[in-house]
């Protein structure tokens, strides 16, 4: 039997994410072991090869690009999770949707005590993509089967909630695992 | 001009002996006197009477009767709660609004007339309904809507609106008001014949704990529909260690559908401060406190000056009706809008000057409520209660009603009904008997117990209205076949999210985000998983607010999630490839889109 399989992607987000999945430190062979990665920064496959059974999705959306990322997961993942305080609320990029798009932009732009921008122009390349009227949580976007908190969610809560997952358990994490003070 | 500023400031704020306690009253005072309370008035306020200045802003803040800005000198409150919107309120608003050539929230440019909106004014079964200053006017269309307006141009003088006076005492000279009772059936005990004096009388040759074992026997319950024991209420407050007690008539009738008290204060006066005097005597109390809402002010006069006969016939004051050492008066607190109030605690603080918060429980007021000292909130109609039980004996009570919600309830029956008004009925009644009584058979839902009670479907009007079944304060809404579910929820949520003081954040956001979630859905961009979310949401509020506002605000959600499911059903559908449907991208690219001067790749592509 083939193992599962599963892709990772970090939208707007820090990648301290899948930092804290790097410190589930040698259990990662052991996770090579029980899987397959497809797309994700962790083998730098860049596009989907096929189906992918498990996706983790650190980071909310803040450009078109998270959008079409995201929605290509959802496409190609039978189930998704989202890790993280960004994934599951924005988190702190979500702090610019107190200031409107605009405003931000001119600031960082223009009116910043630090900027120099001497051609006075907003980068227009169509490489950038352009951002969204807020930062939105990934399930405003898409549907997501399970969330995960945390910031970062430590190893062991992505550990334990990745092979309940594999394996078709339950997830049920201890309250040591999902709580944050 | 600073100088007669102080001047009044001083004026009033000495006439209340510089009580803090009483800041309610004095920003009233300013109020009526300035039209609106000026900021240099705050820092005097808070001067004369030893407190901070953003303790007299919080409170003005807090309460939609007061503002800092000044306003027209004729304010009109046009009343927007749901069976008014029913009646016709839109055309209503229209005409007002275009006669006036200013929008909602706004004054005159010449300043004389301001035009606003306001939860129910308590005119339910007689809407579209106003406030104009203190003036109600009813059964309003568009035509009179532009009457009014035209008049008030010319003379700016509310009173001299109304030009036909209402049954019973709403023409009494004190009130001279266009309301209408609206009495359609009385019942053996509250609407029948008065005897001035009599139920005080009898108290008062009994003992105290005769008079609570009276209203024990009777196993009389809250008539403001939480429905607990009145006279267990009385005995924990009457054996609370205290200097003092209190006892208060919670006549801040704000439940959106809710009009019975509005009546019994109107009609049986007698009965209520009657009711007052032996919950004083009961307890060991010498101060009661009417608190009344100021959408009622029309009725304050008519009440002052029954309190004051009462006083000259000595069932007021010192000895009451020759009882030596029983002294027992009573002051009338003017509430200022503010639905939440309605909850004891936030009454009380209320009552204390303060922004109606509610307070945490325990301790309850019966050990510490105003003041600190043991107190009692009652329900009008309760108190009225009590008057009967002691004139006519706890038996005559509660042969009527069932056995664990004894006697009878006054229902306030408004909406798609052929006779709107008071019912008198036994507790126990079958919803379908008071639909009938009230020319509502074909109703295709009933909200019973006002916007916090729930909403009940046509295979339950089988049910009985008591406190164990369908629980009620007296409002009963009832929808017809043209009424559309949600929209009426909705209307319901939004008056929460106006109305929750904001101290917790279950209530204060929770309310913002099923008003959200709701409209999501009654846009077509819902799925069938957020139903659930909706339900979970309304389970978390519920569980984690402070008060009862919070507690019974998603009721409405909640009981049509069960009741009228398929209506929820029929809003929202699976999407096959998981995509939230509320998420449209091209909208949520505008803005950059014209920022930066390009067209998206992704979208356009």
């Given at each position: 039997?083939?193992?599962?399989?599963?892709?990772?992607?970090?939208?707007?987000?820090?990648?301290?994410?899948?930092?804290?999945?790097?410190?589930?430190?040698?259990?990662?062979?052991?996770?090579?072991?029980?899987?397959?990665?497809?797309?994700?920064?962790?083998?730098?496959?860049?596009?989907?090869?096929?189906?992918?059974?498990?996706?983790?999705?650190?980071?909310?959306?803040?450009?078109?690009?998270?959008?079409?990322?995201?929605?290509?997961?959802?496409?190609?993942?039978?189930?998704?999770?989202?890790?993280?305080?960004?994934?599951?609320?924005?988190?702190?990029?979500?702090?610019?949707?107190?200031?409107?798009?605009?405003?931000?932009?001119?600031?960082?732009?223009?009116?910043?005590?630090?900027?120099?921008?001497?051609?006075?122009?907003?980068?227009?390349?169509?490489?950038?993509?352009?951002?969204?009227?807020?930062?939105?949580?990934?399930?405003?976007?898409?549907?997501?089967?399970?969330?995960?908190?945390?910031?970062?969610?430590?190893a062991d809560t992505l550990w334990e909630a990745l092979v309940a997952l594999l394996s078709d358990k339950p997830v049920e994490l201890p309250y040591s695992l999902i709580k944050y003070d | 001009m600073n100088e007669t500023l102080q001047d009044t400031v001083t004026r009033i704020c000495s006439s209340f002996s510089g009580d803090r306690s009483r800041l309610m009253d004095v920003v009233q005072a300013v109020h009526d006197e300035c039209g609106h309370v000026p900021r240099p008035a705050m820092e005097m306020i808070a001067q004369e009477l030893g407190i901070s200045r953003v303790e007299v802003e919080s409170l003005i803040s807090f309460y939609s009767f007061y503002t800092d800005q000044p306003q027209g000198q004729v304010v009109i409150r046009l009343c927007n709660d749901i069976v008014d919107r029913m009646s016709g309120m839109d055309r209503v608003a229209q005409a007002f609004s275009a006669e006036l050539g200013i929008g909602f929230g706004q004054t005159t440019p010449d300043g004389t007339i301001s035009l606003m909106y306001t939860p129910c004014i308590g005119m339910s079964d007689q809407g579209p309904a106003a406030l104009i200053n203190d003036v109600v006017v009813t059964n309003l269309s568009?035509?009179?809507?532009?009457?009014?307006?035209?008049?008030?141009?010319?003379?700016?003088?509310?009173?001299?609106?109304?030009?036909?006076?209402?049954?019973?005492?709403?023409?009494?000279?004190?009130?001279?008001?266009?309301?209408?009772?609206?009495?359609?059936?009385?019942?053996?005990?509250?609407?029948?014949?008065?005897?001035?004096?009599?139920?005080?009388?009898?108290?008062?040759?009994?003992?105290?704990?005769?008079?609570?074992?009276?209203?024990k026997t009777a196993r009389l319950r809250g008539r403001g529909g939480a429905g607990f024991p009145a006279g267990m209420k009385w005995e924990y407050t009457r054996a609370a260690k205290g200097d003092k007690k209190y006892v208060m008539c919670n006549a801040d009738e704000g439940e959106p559908g809710t009009f019975k008290d509005r009546v019994l204060l109107t009609e049986l006066p007698d009965r209520v401060f009657a009711g007052m005097t032996i919950a004083g005597y009961a307890i060991g109390a010498e101060e009661g406190i009417l608190y009344l809402r100021q959408e009622y002010a029309y009725l304050k006069e008519f009440l002052e000056n029954v309190l004051q006969k009462r006083r000259g016939d000595g069932l007021l004051g010192q000895n009451v009706m020759g009882k030596e050492g029983f002294n027992f008066n009573i002051r009338i607190q003017m509430g200022a809008g503010a639905y939440v109030c309605g909850e004891e605690t936030a009454l009380i603080s209320s009552c204390e000057g303060l922004r109606g918060d509610p307070k945490n429980r325990p301790p309850f007021p019966a050990q510490k409520g105003y003041l600190g000292y043991p107190t009692i909130v009652n329900n009008v109609e309760t108190l009225c209660c009590v008057t009967k039980i002691l004139e006519l004996g706890p038996a005559s009570f509660n042969e009527q009603g069932t056995e664990r919600s004894a006697g009878t309830k006054l229902l306030s029956i408004?909406?798609?009904?052929?006779?709107?008004?008071?019912?008198?009925?036994?507790?126990?009644?079958?919803?379908?008997?008071?639909?009938?009584?009230?020319?509502?058979?074909?109703?295709?839902?009933?909200?019973?117990?006002?916007?916090s009670g729930q909403m009940v479907a046509p295979e339950d009007f089988n049910r009985h209205i008591c406190f164990d079944d369908l629980s009620t304060g007296g409002s009963i809404m009832v929808f017809g076949a043209q009424r559309n579910i949600l929209e009426i929820v909705h209307t319901f949520m939004d008056f929460f999210v106006e109305e929750s003081c904001g101290y917790c954040t279950p209530c204060r956001v929770g309310n913002q985000l099923l008003r959200q979630r709701l409209e999501l859905i009654m846009e077509g961009k819902g799925e069938p998983a957020d139903l659930e979310n909706l339900e979970e949401l309304c389970q978390t509020v519920k569980t984690c607010s402070r008060c009862g506002l919070g507690q019974t605000s998603p009721n409405p959600i909640l009981s049509t999630l069960k009741h009228f499911r398929p209506v929820y059903e029929a809003m929202v559908q699976e999407e096959k490839d998981g995509f939230q449907p509320a998420f449209d991208l091209r909208e949520s690219l505008a803005v950059s889109e014209r920022i930066i001067g390009r067209q998206s790749v992704h979208v356009h592509s």
């Open positions: 039997m083939a193992k599962p399989k599963i892709a990772t992607a970090a939208l707007s987000g820090c990648f301290g994410c899948h930092m804290s999945l790097l410190d589930i430190d040698e259990r990662i062979l052991q996770l090579f072991e029980l899987v397959d990665f497809d797309k994700s920064p962790i083998d730098d496959i860049k596009e989907f090869t096929g189906p992918v059974d498990v996706g983790i999705i650190e980071g909310g959306c803040c450009n078109e690009e998270n959008v079409e990322n995201l929605r290509k997961f959802r496409q190609y993942c039978k189930v998704l999770v989202s890790i993280g305080d960004c994934a599951t609320t924005g988190g702190v990029p979500s702090l610019r949707n107190m200031v409107p798009l605009e405003e931000c932009l001119r600031e960082a732009y223009f009116d910043g005590p630090s900027v120099y921008n001497p051609s006075g122009e907003m980068p227009s390349d169509e490489a950038l993509p352009l951002l969204l009227d807020k930062v939105y949580p990934c399930h405003e976007i898409v549907k997501i089967d399970y969330h995960l908190p945390g910031c970062p969610p430590p | 568009s035509d009179s809507a532009r009457e009014i307006v035209q008049e008030l141009k010319l003379h700016l003088d509310p009173t001299r609106l109304i030009k036909h006076l209402g049954d019973g005492n709403n023409a009494h000279e004190l009130i001279q008001a266009m309301v209408n009772n609206n009495i359609r059936l009385k019942g053996d005990m509250l609407f029948s014949v008065i005897n001035r004096g009599e139920a005080l009388n009898k108290a008062l040759n009994i003992s105290p704990m005769e008079v609570i074992r009276a209203v408004s909406g798609d009904c052929k006779l709107p008004g008071i019912y008198e009925v036994p507790l126990g009644i079958e919803l379908s008997e008071v639909l009938k009584m009230a020319g509502a058979e074909d109703a295709i839902a009933v909200q019973v117990g006002g916007a």
